[in-house]
């Protein structure tokens, strides 16, 4: 995804979907965080439905340099998929590649950015209003 220091990366696990501009969106938010995370290679994989997996997540945050890889997993609250399917997935991932410190992060969760940005979106669907 983006060329940085070898060394950290970050990997952002969403579900996936067999809708190709779902997972589109996680492609873009991963170059989003790109861009204010310079010190960090940055890498999108879904936990199932469309490549790339996390397996493969992995693999590319190693090929590209990574020992210190943070999953995030892109939900909004810790569920059976952030705090269990992610995580074992990873882990399982991270075992292919001797070295590799992995760590999971907390899901999204409560935030006063998210609240700024569902406003936001509220005013924008009040604004586009027939």
């Known amino acids: 995804m ?5 060394g950290k990366a970050i990997l952002l696990v969403d579900h996936g979907s067999v809708k190709a501009e779902a997972n589109e969106l996680l492609e873009e938010i991963a170059r989003l965080v790109a861009g204010i995370a310079p010190g960090y290679h940055v890498e999108a994989a ?3 439905l469309a490549p790339p997996d996390i397996a493969a997540g992995v693999a590319a945050c190693v090929r590209a340099g990574a020992t210190d890889i943070t999953v995030m997993p892109y939900m909004l609250a810790p569920g059976r998929h952030s705090t269990g399917d992610i995580p074992r997935m990873a882990l399982q991932a991270a075992e292919q590649h001797g070295g590799v410190l992995l760590k999971v992060s907390a899901p999204l969760g409560a935030d006063s950015r998210l609240a700024e940005v569902i406003l936001r979106r509220v005013e924008e669907a009040g604004e586009n209003r027939g």
């Open 46 to 48: 879904h936990m199932e």
């Open 2 to 6: 983006n060329q940085s220091a070898p």
